[in-house]
């Protein structure tokens, strides 16, 4: 299977897209040694780490429809930068947000923030943070995320997964053979109420007034239009 | 069932809306505050599920690599090990094989196995060479007949007060008379004072040998002392020749490896001969 292919199955979405990771993962697995361990004389398990969150951006930019010509160079390049992060992440103290929600995932990696900015996310991100300063900015990013996967896991964990399933491509015909309903309407309606559910929790979010939400919040309730 | 609305933000955020219907729907945003609060909502939301992907996608990739990098993790080792080992690293980085040690190893590895799947190819060396055949049952006498002969004796050597007797049987051997010379060296090997007893038995067992009576023989044969050190070796010549004229070839094999791995043994060259140990 060629790069061009992968490309392809990633794009499509759904099963396939996750064929493809997988394929791409076996694929280059050695990076994880080649680069992660001997290049960068990391453990086997931050290896390990460096070379998912390789894979993971790799993904988003297919998604995002930038023209990769090599995957395999592409892959090798993120892996060596992620390896980076971690030896910084090790040797830097990066200072504590007092308003961060206090879940793990609040602690999300700027090359995962920089990725949710390119795709159809951005406007959340974007218009928030016009004319800050970069560090300002990137914590800002980090609350709104914080404040909306805090949203997320207020929902029961299959609707959860409904909606992240949608979201990464399967239609209705596969949501309805991997949650067990009984027909493809029932599906469809179950996908509008998860998405409901998440935009009235957000709404309550914002009237308890939870911190790590207040720029987010104040954005949604601007009076005016974009 | 969904809401209008929001099944129209859902198609102006996927852009599947015409462009008469997408113009229409941002004028109804600049007039509609409400409208627009609920794009911005319906944007977080979206914004939730799509980091939530990436999450579970990183995780999902993560999990699946930690079970893949359990066994790939020594597979790794084992060949980093096998590297330091056997590849001389440069400063620059290159790396070349030491081919000697590889070799050396390698040869060591084979040499290990057959030794302990074939040891028998290993001891046969420490044993005097060739591995010993056994004698085919089938060349049993014949190879008795190539070899056996009577006890060459000196004509000086017998008793002094037996001399008479003992010279008389001692001659009667020669002449190759067995039946005079077994019913002579009866009273001789009675007498407890007869010294020269283990010559005696020897010839008594030889005798018995021509007669055909190789059992007979072996007893007499066995009685000779290990101290009576050349005629005891003499008999266990005559005894593995015995065994051969009784066709029992295991234990005549048995007994001629013996003889042939023993350097002091008169008989060693024969012995070997016949097991054909030389060639």
Redesign the interface.
Known sequence: MDDAQLTQMIRQGGIPRERA??RL??KF?YL??QVG?RQQRLS??DA??A???A??EL??KICQGEPIEDLGKMLYTLTHRRGVDIIRKRTTKSGTDPLNHPTA?AE?AEW?LD??QN???E???SRLSNSEMEEERSVRHKR??AC??H??EQLPRKR??L??N???GYDYEELTQIHGFKTERVAH?MV?RG??S??ET??TLCQQEVPVCRE?CA???????? | MEHPQHELIDQYLEGSLSPEARAAFEARLAAEPELAQALRLHEAARAAVEMQSFLDRRDALQTRGLKKLRWQKWQWKTRDVLEQLFVRRRTDGSGRLRIGLITGVSLATIALIVLLVRPELFMGSFNGGTKPRAVPKEQAIATFNQYYQRVALPTTLGGAEFDSLYRITREQYRQVDCTNTLYNLQFLLADSTFADRPLALLLQGTCLIDQDKPVEARISLEQIPPAATLVHKEAQWYIALSYLLDEQMDEATARLRKIAVDSRQPHQAEARAILKMDQ
């Open positions: 990771n997988r993962q076996d697995f994880i040694r361990v086997y398990e390990l780490s070379f998912s969150d894979l993971t993904d988003a995932q999300l995962f990725i949710i795709t159809d996310s406007h959340v991100f709104i995320s909306v996967l949203a997320l959860r997964s909606l992240v949608k979201l990464d309606e509008s998405m409901n998440l935009r957000l709404k987010l954005w949604l309730n601007r009076k005016n239009q974009l």
